[in-house]
């Protein structure tokens, strides 16, 4: 008896202290390669502690000169609760902008232009350029600015974010035309890419109040 009442109180003491949530990926993708682009799926890492990575399938536009990968994704939190049994429903949806992850590998000074990097929801005949960006290099982050500049020299590898007015749960289907790209005075434009929203993986998330 005294074992029972002792387990008891440790499920209670658990469930009173710790929470715990379940997210799900979602992540844009083509049934096939844009032409010029190599695609590769990676899977994510549930959050917690630290930020969550969703699932995302990444496409690499390589040339001599550059290596060129993006990826579009996102993981929404769906259920909270007790960490035993997390049952409680979020009736929002994902309320964060669009956001499309690049990395830049250059071994030459690369000079972009992200103000021309369009977005378009499928459907609609209206293009939207970002309105946000990011850059950081590894983990550290060196610059944001609201102000997307409309010629960046970049060299070496850097990681960038574009953020665009449009709600992740308002794009279902996008069109991302990456604008051009100069290297030592040649001017590079990847084509554009299709993507549609793909559900991926669920992910249970403790974590202790």
């Not at 715990?20 to 899977?43: L, M, T």
């Not at 992740?168 to 929203?197: C, H, M, R, W």
């Amino acid at each position: 008896m005294k074992i029972l009442q002792s387990i008891l109180i440790c499920l209670i003491l658990v469930s009173t202290t710790s929470c715990a949530w379940i997210g799900r990926d979602y992540y844009y993708a083509s049934e096939q390669s844009p032409e010029g682009w190599v695609k590769r799926f990676e899977e994510g890492i549930a959050g917690g502690k630290r930020a969550p990575v969703p699932d995302t399938m990444t496409y690499t536009y390589e040339n001599n000169s550059l290596e060129l990968s993006v990826n579009v994704g996102y993981q929404e939190m769906t259920v909270f609760g007790p960490v035993i049994i997390p049952v409680i429903p979020l009736p929002w949806e994902y309320p964060d902008n669009l956001s499309v992850g690049i990395k830049i590998v250059s071994n030459s000074p690369a000079v972009f232009d992200f103000t021309s990097w369009k977005l378009k929801l499928s459907g609609t005949g209206v293009s939207h350029s970002p309105v946000g960006i990011l850059i950081s290099e590894g983990l550290v982050l060196n610059d944001y600015d609201n102000k997307v500049a409309a010629n960046l020299k970049i060299e070496g590898r850097r990681f960038v974010r574009l953020l665009y007015p449009v709600k992740f749960s308002e794009a279902e289907s996008i069109e991302l035309s990456p604008g051009a790209i100069y290297i030592d005075n040649q001017k590079v434009t990847p084509q554009k890419i299709q993507l549609k929203k793909i559900k991926g993986n669920w992910h249970y998330i403790p974590f202790t109040l």
